[in-house]
Each structure stands twice: as structure tokens, then as C-alpha cells.
């Protein structure tokens, strides 16, 4: 048997896509899907079902994926190990946001991917949400870190952590008395929010409740420059961000965080990518973030 044909198999099995196997194999997906058909020819079983939508496996197919499987990461350990003995290896294109710095997952990520893979060179693309999802969908990017509500349409998206919208008080406000502040609390009150055209979505979801319940959104366009916004921050002002920035805020601000109650539900990290299988760095960091995913889940 030829043992190229079960690598093959091995990557198709892994993907349940003829199209990400071939992109990730570097080869044309008509020819891939002939070799499969070769191995279940000589086999004499069928390994895969396939339809127009969706590949599945075989109970012929998981049995043989179990055996296949060590061979198929052992080829990626030497592709690794060639790349390193020629001196490069490649480079990770990767979206964060601006206030990525403060999300303690991305980091982790990141720095676990550069010890596994330290000959990589790892691109920061600096951006809010719409610019990112729309650089992974045009393949400008490899993968992304977005923050939505809901999973984005039209990429593959695997949620890594979540937070809440804290609302930066100055002390002694009355709200400080409510554990979470619900849209209501905030009629004849003004809000600091981040520019509408930053993300539209996010931003109707977020503080529409805010303006319907009679508070009134300022838009700051350098919302997370908390030193420049420490004198001119008036008392009344109330200032909106995620989780993840709000400590820091309210540190360099002398105010008190709360959350906002957000009737959609909690607001996420999203490590995105197009549907098209992307190259060896970007799949490392995606089976990284699923593994850690699984292990919080």
C-alpha cells in the first residue's frame, strides 16, 4: 500500500473538506479526491460518505483515521523540523484589536504559539472588528481575534473567552449602589462610547437600549486614551469598555467599574478564519486555540 495515500486520507479525515485538505496539502482538490478513491479501491471498504454539503467518516473510515492520525502529525513534525534546518519557516498574519494587549487569552495564545514555533514570524494587523473580518474573508489575513455577540457569518469561528461592558464611575455616583447597572439606570445620564463607525453592529447592540431608556452616547474618538481623558473626564460622564480594558481605565482615572446588564448576553472573543484551509503557521494557532478552548469548556 501506498503509505502517501493514507497521509492523504489522514488530512481529508481531519478537515471533513476535500477543499481545506487540498489547500492544506498543497494540491489540486479533483486529484486529492481521486487518490481517496484509489485507498478505498484497494481497501475494498468505503471511507467516506460525501454529498454536496458535508464529508463524513465511515465506521471503516474512524478505524482506519485512529491509525492514520500518528502518521499524519509525524509528516507535520518533519515539514516543521525542514522549515527550521532551512532557516525560515514562514509568517502568521494575525488581527487583534487595538486594546488586544488587555485580553489575557490573546497574549497566552501568541506567546505559546512562539515557543512551539519560535522560527515563525508573527505580523500583528492592528484593527476593530469590521476591518479584521473583512481582511480574513479577502485571505489578507490568516486568522483574526474579533469581538462580537454571535459568531460572524461567513468564517469559521471559535469562541475563546467572553466579557462583560463595564461602565467607569466616579466615585460616589448613586449607580455604585447597583451590582449591574441596566439600561434604564442611565436615562438623563451621558455615556462615553466608542465611535459608532468602529463597529456598527456592536455599537446598535451595546447602547441602543442606552439611548432608548432616555441617556444620551458621546463618542469618544480616542477611547482608549486613558491618561489624555483623566482631566477632561467630567464628573458626569460615565465611561463605557469591555471587561477586559475597564480595570485599567478605572486605575488611571480614579473611577469605580460596573457592569452593564446587556439583554443579548455576554459579549465574546472570536478567533476567526476563512473557510479555505490556511496555511501550516495559521492552522498551528488554530489547533492551539482549540485545544485550550476544549480545556475550559
Given at each position: 500500500m501506498d503509505i502517501r495515500l493514507v497521509l492523504h486520507f489522514g488530512v481529508v479525515a481531519e478537515e471533513l473538506s476535500f477543499t481545506?485538505?487540498?489547500?492544506?496539502?498543497?494540491?489540486?482538490?479533483?486529484?486529492?479526491?481521486?487518490?481517496?478513491?484509489?485507498?478505498?479501491?484497494?481497501?475494498?471498504?468505503?471511507l467516506l460518505l460525501r454529498s454536496t454539503?458535508?464529508?463524513?467518516?465511515?465506521?471503516?473510515?474512524?478505524?482506519?483515521?485512529a491509525r492514520a492520525r500518528p502518521l499524519v502529525e509525524a509528516a507535520q513534525g518533519v515539514d516543521e523540523l525542514a522549515a527550521?534546518?532551512?532557516?525560515?519557516?514562514?509568517r502568521l498574519r494575525l488581527g487583534t484589536p487595538p486594546y488586544g494587549a488587555h485580553i489575557p487569552v490573546t497574549n497566552s495564545l501568541i506567546e505559546a504559539f512562539r515557543r512551539h514555533w519560535p522560527s515563525v514570524s508573527v505580523e500583528?494587523?492592528?484593527?476593530?472588528?469590521?476591518?479584521?473580518?473583512?481582511?480574513?474573508?479577502?485571505?489578507v489575513l490568516d486568522l483574526a481575534f474579533t469581538v462580537a455577540v454571535a459568531p460572524p457569518a461567513g468564517l469559521e469561528a471559535l469562541a475563546l473567552a467572553q466579557t462583560t461592558q463595564e461602565l467607569i464611575l466616579a466615585?460616589?455616583?448613586?449607580?455604585?449602589?447597583?451590582?449591574?447597572?441596566?439600561?434604564?439606570?442611565?436615562a438623563g445620564r451621558k455615556v462615553a462610547v466608542f465611535t459608532?463607525?468602529?463597529n456598527p453592529e456592536l455599537s446598535r447592540a451595546l447602547f441602543e437600549p442606552v439611548v432608548e431608556a432616555g441617556g444620551t452616547l458621546v463618542e469618544i474618538?480616542?477611547?482608549?486614551?486613558?491618561?489624555?481623558?483623566?482631566e477632561g473626564f467630567g464628573a458626569e460622564l460615565i465611561l463605557a469598555l469591555f471587561g477586559w480594558v475597564a480595570p485599567e481605565a478605572a486605575r488611571q482615572t480614579g473611577r469605580v467599574t460596573r457592569p452593564l446588564a446587556l439583554a443579548g448576553g455576554p459579549l465574546r472573543l472570536?478567533?476567526?478564519?476563512?473557510?479555505?484551509m490556511p496555511r501550516d503557521p495559521a492552522r498551528h494557532l488554530w489547533e492551539l486555540a482549540s485545544t485550550q478552548a476544549s480545556a475550559k469548556a
Amino acid at each position: 500500500m501506498d503509505i502517501r495515500l493514507v497521509l492523504h486520507f489522514g488530512v481529508v479525515a481531519e478537515e471533513l473538506s476535500f477543499t481545506r485538505a487540498a489547500a492544506r496539502l498543497g494540491v489540486a482538490q479533483p486529484w486529492l479526491s481521486t487518490r481517496i478513491r484509489q485507498l478505498e479501491a484497494q481497501l475494498g471498504v468505503p471511507l467516506l460518505l460525501r454529498s454536496t454539503r458535508r464529508v463524513e467518516l465511515t465506521e471503516e473510515g474512524r478505524a482506519l483515521l485512529a491509525r492514520a492520525r500518528p502518521l499524519v502529525e509525524a509528516a507535520q513534525g518533519v515539514d516543521e523540523l525542514a522549515a527550521t534546518l532551512r532557516g525560515g519557516s514562514g509568517r502568521l498574519r494575525l488581527g487583534t484589536p487595538p486594546y488586544g494587549a488587555h485580553i489575557p487569552v490573546t497574549n497566552s495564545l501568541i506567546e505559546a504559539f512562539r515557543r512551539h514555533w519560535p522560527s515563525v514570524s508573527v505580523e500583528l494587523d492592528i484593527g476593530w472588528t469590521p476591518v479584521l473580518l473583512e481582511r480574513a474573508r479577502q485571505g489578507v489575513l490568516d486568522l483574526a481575534f474579533t469581538v462580537a455577540v454571535a459568531p460572524p457569518a461567513g468564517l469559521e469561528a471559535l469562541a475563546l473567552a467572553q466579557t462583560t461592558q463595564e461602565l467607569i464611575l466616579a466615585p460616589g455616583d448613586p449607580l455604585l449602589a447597583l451590582p449591574e447597572i441596566p439600561p434604564a439606570a442611565l436615562a438623563g445620564r451621558k455615556v462615553a462610547v466608542f465611535t459608532r463607525g468602529l463597529n456598527p453592529e456592536l455599537s446598535r447592540a451595546l447602547f441602543e437600549p442606552v439611548v432608548e431608556a432616555g441617556g444620551t452616547l458621546v463618542e469618544i474618538p480616542d477611547i482608549l486614551d486613558f491618561r489624555q481623558m483623566r482631566e477632561g473626564f467630567g464628573a458626569e460622564l460615565i465611561l463605557a469598555l469591555f471587561g477586559w480594558v475597564a480595570p485599567e481605565a478605572a486605575r488611571q482615572t480614579g473611577r469605580v467599574t460596573r457592569p452593564l446588564a446587556l439583554a443579548g448576553g455576554p459579549l465574546r472573543l472570536y478567533l476567526v478564519r476563512g473557510q479555505e484551509m490556511p496555511r501550516d503557521p495559521a492552522r498551528h494557532l488554530w489547533e492551539l486555540a482549540s485545544t485550550q478552548a476544549s480545556a475550559k469548556a
